[in-house]
């Protein structure tokens, strides 16, 4: 596997339930145990904040900001969060946060204290995760898994989260213009950026997904706990890409923005488009959708997707990102648990996990493990 990157030091101010910490680790894996509430998901959340987007809660940025204790308690003012890391380009600190201020809700990005794009924070690092509240993925609807799957694309693409904006905006946009029975020029105009976008966002994850099947395959193994997963898309923009070179897609897909005005004036939204896309997974081994499948099933094909996810993104990169498991552990029989432990151990990345049984760690000789209460994370002794 590719060198690992790693976070040196963590320091976390007025974030959620810490008005003031810092933690200093190597590399890995690092164990987060505490009583439910204390604070560990807490934890995870602040490093996800060191990639684009809204971290792994996708909250609110104002919400990730440190409440006093005590009933009816409000979070207020700005936050903030640093680590000194070891990545691409070798040590650098980066930071993130929003100010108390009138404007407090727009998020800044420093580099080595300078400013920077959220996107350059990816030239240092990658980060991938996996939560409890992903397990319902299958079961939800599309836009939940649409989502993922672009937390997928971005970390071995890091302009995706740019041009899937840009998509929004242009589809917006559209949808005001038939709303407000803009005049055709208009509309063809906006309907030729709609177009580049959307070939251009759906190549980017077909891609990612052709690539993402490779390294499954590459990697199945029938005595994996995991079971291998069979990905796809289902969207028609993606199969005009999958069919056609890139302008002839665009070509298609604006004759088919055109065609359907009508319909879509009515329905007061764009009814075809990379925006409606879904990903599907299914059960390897059974060819059953996951959405069938056991909760145990389920949440056995999100860690393998996870696990061969982070391996794609060491292969394309150069360097294996860290991995953040919150709260994995806890629900897995002894075996699962050994055969997830040796999975990891094989990735080679710094993996930050948390639980609130120690016990369900026991077989990680090596990790550094660490005792989250309210406000506090102590070294354990």
Same mark, same amino acid.
């Given at each position: ?11 976390? /101010? ?7 910490a ?5 590399? #890995?894996?690092? &164990? +987060? ?6 604070? =560990? ?6 490093? %996800? ?7 792994l ?15 009816? *308690?409000?979070?207020?003012?700005? @936050? ?5 890391? $070891? ?20 998020? !800044?990005?420093?580099?080595e204290?300078?400013?920077? %794009? ?10 991938? @995760? ?31 989260? /740019? ?5 929004? !905006? *242009?589809? !917006? %946009? ?20 709609t ?20 390294e ?7 005595? %994996? ?23 002839? *897609?665009? $070509?298609?897909?604006?004759?088919l923005?055109? $065609? ?15 925006? +409606? ?8 081994? =059974?060819?059953l ?5 056991? /909760?145990?099933?389920? =949440? ?6 996870? +696990? ?11 360097? /294996? ?6 709260? &994995? ?6 075996a699962?648990?050994? #055969? ?11 993996? @930050?996990?948390?639980g ?12 550094? !493990? ?12």
């Open positions: 596997m590719p060198p690992a990157a790693r976070i040196l030091k963590l320091q976390l /101010t007025r974030f959620r339930s810490y008005a003031a810092q933690v200093s680790v190597g590399a #890995g894996p690092i &164990v +987060l145990t505490g009583p439910n509430g204390a604070g =560990k998901t807490n934890v995870l959340e602040a490093i %996800s904040f060191l990639s684009p987007g809204r971290g809660r996708r909250a609110q940025l104002p919400d990730a900001a440190y409440a006093e204790a005590g009933e009816g *308690a409000q979070a207020s003012g700005g @936050w903030a969060v640093s680590a000194l890391v $070891d990545g691409a380009l070798g040590e650098a600190r980066l930071g993130t946060g929003i100010d108390g201020g009138p404007d407090g809700v727009q998020r !800044r990005f420093r580099i204290g300078e400013a920077a %794009s959220s996107s350059a924070f990816l030239d240092h690092l990658k980060v991938v @995760w996996l939560t409890p509240e992903m397990d319902g993925l299958f079961l939800g609807p599309p836009s939940d898994r649409r989502r993922y799957l672009d937390r997928l694309v971005l970390a071995v693409d890091s302009a995706h989260g /740019t041009r899937v904006n840009a998509l929004e !905006r *242009a589809l !917006r %946009s559209r949808n005001r213009l038939l709303e407000e029975n803009g005049a055709p020029r208009f509309l063809d105009a906006v309907e030729h950026e177009a580049e976008l959307a070939v251009a966002v759906a190549a980017a994850r077909l891609e990612t997904v052709e690539r993402l099947a490779a499954i395959a590459a990697h199945r193994d029938e005595a %994996s706990p995991f079971p291998h997963a069979e990905i796809t898309l289902d969207g028609a923009v993606e199969r005009l890409v999958a069919e056609h070179r890139a302008a002839v *897609a665009e $070509d298609r897909y604006r004759a923005l055109a $065609d359907n005005r009508p319909r879509d004036r009515a329905a007061g939204r764009t009814l075809e488009g990379p925006h +409606l896309t879904d990903f599907l997974v299914s059960h390897g081994v =059974k060819r959708p996951a959405a069938r499948c056991s /909760t145990g099933e389920q =949440k056995s094909l999100m860690i393998g997707l996870t +696990l061969s996810h982070a391996r794609l993104v060491a292969a394309m990169g150069g360097l /294996t990102p860290v991995l953040l498991l919150d709260d &994995v552990a806890a629900y897995l029989d002894a699962r648990r050994a #055969g997830l432990f040796e999975a990891l151990a094989r990735l080679g990345a710094q993996v @930050w996990m948390t609130a049984d120690p016990a369900a760690f026991a077989a990680l000789e090596a990790a550094e !493990r660490f005792i989250v209460s309210p406000g506090r994370i102590v070294r354990d002794a």
